[in-house]
């Protein structure tokens, strides 16, 4: 059994879409996309430098426009269940059928506006620990006043929160901790810092009209499968301000009997966790088009 994922944000790299624009009828639909959303995505995805694709009004649209574009260029795949950590959660959603393309980068355009709105409003930001044990990890979090924004399982938790608590943190680790790094985003996602996003996205998301998933759709809110399209848009716009939930998603994944794993472009980061998270699941990450032969190979053999 194959599960698809798509990765969140700080996977972006500057030039990252720039290969895959090269495949037959890509730039054409990326420029469609663009149109749609007024953002240039071909500019941001090739030209641009990491200090511009770290803009979360930017980073969010051109995260799914490359997984939208990489899981095309697969060609048929019918995976047994798909997934996506935070705004890959909407990538996810398209694979799924809930959202058509178009839709979905209307709605992640207007989620990468509205949170960049909210983390303007306090300085904040992110960042990844290495190490440790949720037992100990976590109640260190909380007397530091900062969100486990990311559960991501294999040993890795994010926390999120003002800049003087990230700062703290560093200067004072949890125990078993070996590294905490900074990510490349700009606010404290999935947190209550992230609460005036929720009731813009949830004003956009009554312009869509989604269908049920097509294939089972995980969820980062608690790990469970949902069967409704109306179900998925509603997580959708909360986990907006509520941590994801990955370490589940990867525990139903096990309970679902996924032998499989693809991570669409730009991959990595899911793979990553999953190598640790998951022994015995095959696992591919699309970076560059050259990957896609190994990981046609891949469905054949368990979707």
């Known amino acids: 059994m194959l599960v698809l994922v798509a990765p969140g944000q700080g996977a972006q790299t500057p030039g990252f879409l720039t290969p895959w624009l090269d495949l037959p009828g890509a730039a054409d639909r990326v420029a469609a996309w663009s149109d749609a959303i007024g953002l240039d995505l071909a500019h941001y995805g090739t030209k641009a430098d990491a200090d511009e694709i770290r803009d979360t009004a930017v ?100 926390a999120a929160g003002t800049l003087e608590q990230l700062a703290a943190l560093e200067a004072d680790k949890p125990e078993g901790v070996r590294r905490v790094v900074a990510l490349k985003v700009a606010g404290a996602f999935h947190t209550h810092h992230m609460a005036p996003a929720v009731d813009k996205l949830a004003e956009a998301a009554q312009a869509l009209t989604p269908g049920d998933p097509k294939v089972t759709y995980v969820s980062n809110k608690d790990g469970r499968t949902v069967a409704t399209g109306d179900e998925v848009v509603s997580r959708l716009v909360g986990q907006v301000a509520n941590p994801v939930r990955w370490d589940l998603c990867m525990e139903t994944f096990q309970e679902l009997g996924v032998t499989a794993l693809i991570e669409v472009c730009p991959g990595g980061t899911l793979t990553g966790i999953a190598k640790r998270a998951l022994p015995g699941v095959a696992t591919l990450a699309l970076k560059t088009p050259d990957d896609l032969d190994a990981a046609r190979d891949l469905i054949a053999e368990h979707a």
């Open 59 to 158: 980073a969010q649209p051109l995260l799914v426009a490359a997984g939208l574009l990489s899981a095309a260029a697969l060609g048929e795949v019918a995976p047994g269940a798909v997934a996506g950590h935070s705004v890959g959660e909407i990538t996810a959603a398209a694979f799924a059928g809930v959202l058509d393309d178009t839709a979905a980068l209307t709605l992640v355009r207007k989620r990468g506006l509205a949170m960049a709105e909210a983390a303007a409003i306090t300085p904040t930001g992110m960042s990844a620990l290495l190490g440790g044990d949720p037992e100990t990890t976590l109640p260190h979090l909380e007397k530091l006043g900062l969100t486990p924004a990311n559960v991501n399982g294999a040993g890795q938790i994010v």
